[in-house]
């Protein structure tokens, strides 16, 4: 009944059947009770008559031929008596009334009742309402006596009342009765059938609403009777598997955006089992590892996989198994090959449960770069701050203990010892400026500057050495200076080095042009040697600090390989800059342009 | 063997090359002055020196290259080595004194007297005549 039908709505059916039931036993009561009352009625009344009728008119017959009219009488009286009727008559020919059974009648004429009169073959009835308001059913038949019609029979019946209907039904109540309860019990049976499933569903969606939010729902099985309650039981088992697989309910939109944030840090981040198997990695992770996408990593062992290029020994705190609960961080590198980066890796448990370990894997080739550097500048400053000192020293003590019995000696000693003190002077204010320029404190105060004597005290400056080397200046200088806003100390002392390093390094008889060039916006100031220059190789390192040529000719000059980082930082601190050009063997040409 | 040997002093700054020779040629050593790394390299492989005086940062070959290549090869492995230094506690004394098997270590500022005494001691030490 419930398999391929549509569905009609659940209210409309329950409300459907239940009305059908009811109207169904309804019927049933009614038609029961119509059927036993008036079959019974018509069929009792009418046979009976009929029956009646027949008899009387035959045993009457006789009768009149053996006793004649006035022996019916008795026959009528008795036949009234026996059967219960209204009245019997039989009236002659000339509707004389030759016997009734309410002897009052006789000799009268009879007046055939006016009612409902129906005839069939040889009996007619007609139906009537008489004195008493009692329905009538007289029932005419031919009285034949031999051959001869002499007259008619009436028997009459009257209806039965009420009362004695409910009597002569009494006997069929228990089937009366019976049958729509029947149904009514039967009916609801159907009914339960529909709706307890549902009625079990109801209750248990609405004990979940009355659950506050944070509890999960509870939800039973229902018995199995119909589609409703095989859908319900599919839901439940359905959500059953669901909080099976999981333990927390994950918000779908909390780990969409988790995921996003995963991919795109730089920083390389891994989940791992105990046993170092990878179960998760991010694009970082894959980039560090040259793999081409993270993916590829899943299910290796990340000992395997670092020790490809990052080689773990057995004992790598990273793969250690006793401290499994401890941070492990370890900085890993290949010192055979420089392309392969230096990593920052650490090992963690996974909070909570311990199941595995995340990692995190940070590339640092920068940071250990910059760390490398600022060593290398460590490593030579000292260098250069002990060296003079320990001529100064060895000198100083030489000259005490040892016989140095030689005056030329004796003042070549004191000379060095002079020059390596200047030197180291230089060397400590260079340092410091550099230091200053390395934090970003390096600084230029503008003041009002004569240019034009700022530049004359930078020649007179380099002039002894000029003079001593013969060299061959050559200054081309505007004719007028306006007044300039500069830091006079910080750009006449770059002038002075850059002046100085052209003299320092062009050899005897050589020559050097100072140009100074102003317009309407720059200062152009070019200086040009034909000196030992610099070669190809050595070009783009000349402003590294500290940065000595290995030229023999420059070695042989002091330096503190500090001059032209410096320099280049006052000019473009004044919003200048400084280029250099050379060709080793030919000359350098330093080009400073600023705006005026 | 008692033929004053020779001594080698790799030094690149020169005027404190100069006090040393000075000093020790003062002390009666013969010595062979070279500022480069490299070009003292050469001269340990083309002679037998009595003891070699490096400084460790140089151009060319610093101090402990020198040291190294020193020490691989069989005719010099045993020569004492004299370091000299501008580091000062940042140096991993336990390297140079293992690895490199150098003799002795001086710190910059060094007295030059100090320098001679300890030539003179490590000298003293009779070496394995090959």
């Known amino acids: 009944m419930f398999k391929n039908e549509p569905q009609v709505e659940l209210t409309r ?98 007046v055939e009742p006016t009612g409902y009169e129906e005839a069939w073959q040889d009996v007619r009835r007609i139906r009537f309402t008489d004195d008493n308001s009692r329905r009538i059913r007289d029932y005419r038949i031919r009285l034949r006596a031999g051959h001869e019609d002499v007259g008619h029979v009436h028997v009459a ?54 659950l506050p939010t944070s509890v999960a729902p509870d939800l039973q099985p229902v018995e199995l009777q119909g589609l409703a309650g095989l859908g319900w039981n599919r839901l439940v088992a359905a959500l059953a598997v669901a909080h099976s697989t999981t333990d927390r309910p994950i918000n779908s939109d909390q780990s969409q ?40 990593l899943y299910g290796r062992s990340i000992e395997t996989v670092l020790s490809e290029y990052w080689p773990l020994g057995i004992d790598h705190p990273l793969l250690s198994q006793e401290s499994v609960r401890r941070i492990v961080v370890s900085e890993l590198d290949n010192p055979d090959d420089q392309s392969i980066a230096a990593l920052r890796v650490a090992r963690t448990p996974i909070r909570g449960d311990e199941s595995g370990f995340v990692w995190s894997i940070r590339d640092i080739s920068q940071q250990k770069l910059a760390e490398k550097s600022r060593t290398q500048f460590v490593d030579t ?57 390395e934090v970003g404190t390096l600084t230029i105060n503008r003041k009002e500057t004569d240019l034009g004597r700022m530049l004359s005290e930078v020649i007179d400056k380099v002039r002894p050495q000029i003079e001593q080397k013969q060299l061959v ?65 050595e070009l783009s390192h000349v402003f590294d600090k500290f940065f000595r040529s290995n030229d023999p000719r420059v070695q042989s000059e002091t330096g503190t390989g500090l001059g032209l980082s410096l320099a280049r930082e006052i000019v473009r601190l004044h919003e200048g800059d400084l280029q250099l050009r050379s060709e080793i063997d030919k000359g350098t040409t330093v080009t400073i342009r600023m705006p005026r | 063997m008692d033929i004053p040997k020779r001594l080698l002093i790799a030094e690149d700054n020169p005027a404190l090359a100069g ?6 040629r003062h002390a009666g050593f013969e010595v062979v002055v070279r500022h480069n790394g490299l070009d003292a390299w050469q001269d340990a492989q083309a002679e037998d020196f009595g003891l070699i005086i490096a400084d460790q940062q140089m151009p060319g070959m610093n101090g402990d290259e020198l040291c ?7 005719r010099t492995k045993d020569t004492p080595i004299l370091m000299v230094t501008a580091k000062g506690l940042e140096m991993d004394l336990d390297r140079l004194k293992d690895e490199l098997q150098v003799s002795a270590v001086l710190s910059k500022p060094f007295s030059p007297t100090e320098l001679v005494a300890r030539v003179q001691q490590l000298m003293s030490i009779p070496a394995n005549c090959k």
Request: aromatic fraction near 6%; charge should be negative.
């Open chain 1, 257 to 296: 955006q988790l995921s996003c944030v995963l991919e795109s840090l730089p920083e390389g981040v891994a989940v791992t089992t105990l046993d170092g198997a990878i179960l998760f990695a991010n694009p970082a992770v894959a980039a560090i590892l040259r793999v081409e996408e993270p993916t590829i």
């Open chain 1, 381 to 437: 400053a000292t260098h250069e701050l002990r060296t003079p000192l320990t001529n100064i020293k060895a000198y100083a003590e030489t000259l005490a203990i040892a016989d140095v019995t030689d005056p030329e000696q004796q003042k070549e000693f004191l000379n060095t010892i002079t020059s390596e003190a200047t030197r180291l002077a230089r060397f400590i204010d260079d340092l410091l400026s550099v230091s200053s320029m």
């Open chain 1, 473 to 537: 200046l050559e200054t081309s200088l505007p004719p007028k200076f306006p007044k300039s806003s500069l830091d006079k100390d910080k750009l006449a002392a770059a002038l002075v080095n850059i002046l100085g390093n052209a003299v320092k390094y062009t050899p005897a008889a050589g020559h050097i042009a100072f140009r100074v060039n102003l317009d309407e916006s720059h200062l152009t100031i070019e200086i040009e040697d034909t000196g030992v220059g610099i070669s190809q190789e």
């Open chain 2, 68 to 74: 190294a290549k020193i020490r691989e090869l069989a």
């Open chain 1, 13 to 110: 059916r329950v409300t459907g059947y239940h009305a059908m039931f009811l109207l169904l036993a309804v019927a049933w009561l009614l038609a029961g009770a119509l059927y036993i009352v008036g079959s019974i009625f018509n069929a009792r009344t009418e046979s009976k008559c009929l029956i009646q009728l027949g008899r009387a008119s035959a045993s009457f017959g006789i009768e009149y031929v053996r006793g004649g009219p006035d022996s019916l009488q008795p026959l009528v009286q008795r036949i009234r008596a026996e059967e219960s009727l209204a009245y019997c008559a039989v009236v002659d020919a000339n509707s004389t009334v030759i016997a009734h059974s309410s002897p009052e009648h006789i000799g009268q004429t009879w």
């Open chain 2, 19 to 24: 006090v040393i020779a000075f000093n020790l």
């Open chain 1, 157 to 210: 019946v009257a209806e039965p009342s009420i009362g004695s209907v409910a009597i002569a039904t009494a006997g069929y109540s228990h089937l009366l009765l019976l049958g729509p309860l029947a149904l009514v019990v039967g009916g609801s049976y159907v009914l339960r059938g529909i709706v307890n499933p549902v009625n079990e569903i109801e209750k248990q969606l609405k004990n979940t609403a009355r």
